[in-house]
């Protein structure tokens, strides 16, 4: 991600200096999860549930399957929407581009050094990687 697209985000999201205080209450991120059947589009959901449960005030979860509603009511509330790929079929960013949406950002789990494999292949260590990759944006 270019330097001016993360300050961007880092500036409508709230995060400053890394933290995740939201400022004046602006800025909270729709993270759109593929949730596919392999592990990274499992890991993606895993990932995003798990910041959206413990940063509720700036995160909010939404699976890219059951359609990109989730994604246009959070736009209408002024969120940013974070399209959270599993792999290069980049499943959530083509659900909302089916609905005439596009992410703000975009990130891809296999571009963070997460192969894809067996759907049973789901570690914590990778979700945590995922959420420090979500947070660094």
């Known amino acids: 991600m270019e330097a001016t697209e993360k300050n961007n985000l880092e500036a409508q ?48 979860a939404a699976v890219a399957h059951k359609g990109a509603d989730a994604a246009e009511d959070a736009l209408s509330e002024g969120f940013r929407v974070l399209a959270l790929d599993g792999c290069e079929d980049r499943c959530a960013t083509k659900k909302l581009e089916e609905a005439g949406l596009q992410a703000d950002c975009s990130l891809m789990v296999t571009e963070l050094g997460i192969e894809k494999t067996r759907p049973s292949d789901i570690k914590n260590e990778y979700v945590e990687k995922i959420i420090r990759a979500i947070r660094e944006l």
């Open 13 to 60: 999201s709230g995060t400053v200096n890394g933290s995740d205080a939201p400022s004046r209450g602006k800025g909270r991120i729709l993270i759109f999860a593929c949730s596919g059947l392999s592990n990274t589009g499992k890991l993606t959901m895993q990932a995003a549930s798990t910041l959206a449960f413990r940063r509720p005030n700036v995160y909010r």
